[in-house]
């Protein structure tokens, strides 16, 4: 008995072992990384998903099934991580993480084997990725809080550092591996997270335990469905903010996109109110007591606002311009954006883990807030290059950016992390998480209409110059021109050809000179012909966005310098009110 007890208390998997902080860091690092991958995996097979239903998404009918599966996933994670952080503090964080890691493993079993085309194929599509999302929440609200349970203080930023960046990494990761896997077949790209939320499943079953503290409470019922309905009216305001209404080239005038936005806030002010009035509330309003945790979440989501912006403008500047202009039919550029995005990835690979490292021992503000001026300085390079730019100089910048990011994101993460009490970690958790997803939803809507509001200006002039030099009729050339510009961006964001794309549905290809439709549908018409207009919608995208990063600099500043809750992890958790919060809390500058 002696013997098996001794090797209950040293087993690698048992949760008083030395090395289970590692097991624990390695289970939650893959799970993260499997649930953003899939996030993103998406983004560039589109072509390939809705061939293989036989749909053609930029048919004015099918619209909405494309920004449904370009949205539902982050949709729903923003909506839910808070709400499963919260249940992870109440029943068990790693009970809640490993349900998630069943729920999506069953999720993508279903999506391989969808039995329908068309509309009813993307309806199975979008409704599974949405039970999909569920999953990914449950394994991203609590991963951070397992980390922060499993790690003492001065450990965190590394651990922490390792699992956010492996998060953030991820949604670039997932372009490369859906490139790759829409080559083979479409149902690849669900079909490769098959065995890994498979053996995730069990080895975190077998592997994790409960060794954070948990709060009896009940469920905040009323704070679930407001804070559900407001934030899912607010994205999906802004999801079809994006698409054309009347003769305006977004839909930000559409009676019902303003309803659902204005109609949104105001019941997430009315969330807020009710929260500070709830004895165990959803949202815990007291926690933005603490400096750490309101600058730092502010900063946050300004980062992921402008780092989801970043992503999708060079996607279409790779897709749509670069890479045709440099010889890749527009077939093969949703993979080779990814490839060319690797500097990227890569700065977030070395900077992360080595800044949270280093936050352990000097505080998070110095790394936070040199990595977001960073990241502002290199939005304002990108303006300065040339729209067909040499790749090392482009390479360079995307690398510091990666850099930049990757300072910010780990140490920001440790410091909110850290500041919060024992008994609310998966709550903050969930909470930040929220911040960060929802920054990924914005970050479509508004960068979007940004580009579309700076093409809208330049591109009917230089569409319509372009056409008719080669032949096309002057009333269908003035009909194209006159149509909205995110025609044009989801054309080339799929890496379909833009102009036969356009020219396709009004026959006017059939009727020129082989050689003006050879011209127009050519790799370098296109390309030539939005360079200019693309590059003034650049301005105003990547100005924002080097504006966002400075703000978030500034919060990053005003967050302090080492915060650390100052009670034991062993210790019973103070009352989380905002008095004993707020007095809880060290500062090590």
């Not at 999720?107 to 084997?113: G, R």
């Not at 067909?388 to 100089?393: A, E, K, P, R, S």
């Amino acid at each position: 008995m002696a013997e098996k007890a001794v090797r209950e208390r040293t087993g690698m998997f048992n949760r008083d072992h030395p090395r289970y902080k590692w097991v624990a860091l390695s289970n939650t690092t893959l799970g993260m990384l499997m649930a953003t991958i899939n996030g993103s995996i998406v983004l560039i097979s589109l072509p390939a998903i809705f061939t293989g239903i036989q749909l053609d998404p930029l048919e004015p009918g099918n619209v909405s099934y494309l920004l449904w599966m370009l949205m539902g996933y982050i949709l729903v994670t923003a909506v839910l991580v808070m709400t499963f952080g919260r249940l992870g503090d109440m029943v068990g964080r790693v009970k809640i993480y490993n349900l998630g890691f069943v729920i999506f493993s069953v999720a993508a079993i279903a999506l391989v084997f969808d039995p329908f085309t068309s509309g009813g194929g993307a309806l199975w599509l979008i409704g599974w990725r949405v039970v999909q999302a569920v999953g990914g929440s449950m394994i991203m609200a609590n991963s951070t809080a397992i980390l922060t349970d499993a790690f003492p203080a001065n450990k965190r930023g590394m651990a922490i550092g390792i699992n956010q960046i492996a998060a953030i990494a991820g949604t670039f990761l997932g372009l490369i591996i859906g490139g790759l896997l829409a080559a083979v077949d479409w149902r690849a790209i669900f079909l490769v997270t098959v065995p890994f939320g498979v053996l995730g499943t069990i080895w975190s079953y077998k592997s994790l335990h409960e060794v954070g503290t948990k709060t009896r409470g009940t469920i905040d019922w009323t704070g679930n469905i407001l804070f559900a309905v407001g934030l899912i009216a607010v994205l999906t305001g802004i999801t079809y903010g994006i698409q054309p209404y009347g003769d305006s080239s977004t839909g930000w005038l559409n009676p019902w996109v303003l309803g659902a936005i204005i109609g949104g806030i105001v019941v997430l002010i009315a969330f807020v109110f009710i929260e500070l009035r709830v004895k165990e509330p959803l949202f815990n309003v007291r926690l933005f007591a603490i400096r750490a945790f309101a600058w730092g979440n502010l900063a946050g989501l300004l980062a992921s606002i402008s780092r989801g912006g970043l992503q999708f403008m060079l996607i279409i500047w790779l897709q749509g311009i670069w890479l045709p202009l440099h010889g890749y039919s527009y077939e093969s550029t949703p993979f080779w954006a990814g490839i060319y995005l690797l500097p990227l990835t890569i700065g977030f690979l070395v900077s992360g883990p080595i800044s949270g490292t280093l936050s352990d021992r000097f505080g998070a503000r110095t790394f936070a807030t040199s990595g977001l001026l960073l990241v502002a300085a290199t939005f304002v390079a990108l303006l300065l290059i040339p729209v067909n730019f040499d790749y090392w100089l482009f390479a360079v910048i995307t690398f510091l950016n990666g850099v930049g990011s990757g300072m910010f994101a780990a140490p920001n993460r440790t410091a909110i992390m850290n500041s919060v009490p024992a008994t609310q970690r998966g709550a903050a958790s969930g909470m930040t998480g929220t911040f960060q997803n929802a920054g990924n939803s914005l970050s479509i809507g508004i960068f979007f209409s940004l580009m579309i509001a700076g093409l809208a200006t330049t591109l009917p002039n230089a569409l319509y110059a372009g056409l008719t030099s080669h032949g096309v009729a002057t009333d269908v050339a003035s009909q194209v021109a006159a149509t909205p510009p995110v025609g044009s961006l989801f054309a080339a964001f799929l890496g379909y050809n833009p102009i036969e794309s356009i020219l396709g549905p009004t026959g006017a290809l059939d009727a020129l000179h082989p050689a003006d439709a050879a011209a127009l549908t050519g790799q370098t018409f296109f390309p030539q012909l939005i360079s200019d207009p693309f590059h003034s919608g650049l301005v105003i995208v990547f100005i924002a966005a080097a504006i966002m990063s400075v703000i978030g600099a500034v919060a990053s500043l005003l967050m302090g310098g080492k915060f650390v809750h100052a009670e034991s992890d062993s210790k019973p958790a103070a009352p989380t009110t905002t008095r004993s919060i707020a007095a809880a809390e060290l500062s090590d500058v």
